[in-house]
């Protein structure tokens, strides 16, 4: 067997309707296309995650998750090692959840009772306080705030033009009006493009991109003032503050996190 390959949830024979499952996968883990009569929450509580399904590419950077509806054909890809927590829930218990594969921003109630369970090694929730926190954390879910990506494309040209030349090079400090005379569209269309088919404006876009990049070079070990000059920041300052907003944490506390 691949020690790469990330071995496949068995849930045939789980009591219960809610069972919880603790992994690190080292850097390169996958999982080959398969899906699951129950849903489930994927989360990386260090590093991130790479899931492809129905045609889309989702990833879970620190603060989000991605949420499987059952019978979704899905595979799965780790570009550096991470901390695995994964929720499964019945058909019966995805009635108030996302019918639609999706990104889950993850309240910080949400992070306590996995971090709570997984320092208990609590699978199948059997006592009746575990059976409550179980209920909290589905209820949690249930209204946590919905984003179809965390880093959508698009795909009008022009603005699929932008994308792609930014993720080349994430520290182009371009303004709007520039990358609309560059694909020789008006700054008002492209901003009209980037909230219909992202969500976002084209800054806050960057910034996701960035945070990503980020992460992967904290990994790698890279200097933190190198990193923020590579992805166009004009002092190690403003990097560390805008990580520090994504991920909740300043990037030497998250590197610190992963070496332990």
């Not at 929450?41 to 509806?69: F, V």
């Not at 209204?143 to 795909?155: G, I, K, N, Q, W």
């Not at 932008?162 to 009006?177: H, I, K, N, Q």
Request: aromatic share 8%; with cysteine; proline share 7%.
């Amino acid at each position: 067997m691949d020690p790469l390959s990330v071995k496949i949830q068995d849930l045939e024979g789980v009591p219960g309707s809610v069972y919880f499952r603790y992994d690190e996968f080292g850097t390169g883990s996958h999982a080959a296309p398969h899906s699951h009569a129950w849903g489930h929450l994927n989360y990386a509580a260090h590093g991130m995650l790479q899931i492809d399904a129905e045609g889309q590419r989702l990833l879970s950077p620190p603060q989000y998750a991605i949420w499987i509806p059952p019978q979704v054909v899905h595979s799965c890809y780790v570009p550096h090692a991470v901390v695995y927590r994964s929720v499964y829930l019945a058909p019966e218990l995805c009635a108030d959840l996302p019918a639609e594969l999706c990104t889950l921003k993850i309240r910080p109630i949400i992070k306590s009772i996995l971090a709570d369970f997984t320092e208990r090694q609590v699978h199948v929730p059997e006592d009746a306080a575990d059976l409550r926190l179980a209920q909290v954390l589905v209820d949690q879910l249930a209204r946590s705030p919905v984003e179809r990506c965390y880093l959508p494309f698009a795909h009008t040209p022009a603005l699929a033009g932008v994308l792609t030349a930014l993720m080349e090079d994430p520290g182009d400090r371009r303004s709007l009006a520039d990358w609309a005379a560059q694909v020789h569209t008006t700054e008002r269309t492209l901003a009209r493009h980037c909230q219909r088919e992202l969500g976002m404006s084209l800054g806050d876009w960057r910034q996701r991109l960035r945070f990503l990049r980020a992460i992967d070079a904290l990994e790698a070990g890279r200097p933190v003032q190198e990193i923020a000059f590579d992805l166009g920041y004009g002092t190690a300052s403003a990097f560390i503050a805008m990580f520090q907003r994504q991920a909740g944490s300043t990037p030497e506390q998250y590197r610190r996190e992963a070496a332990g």
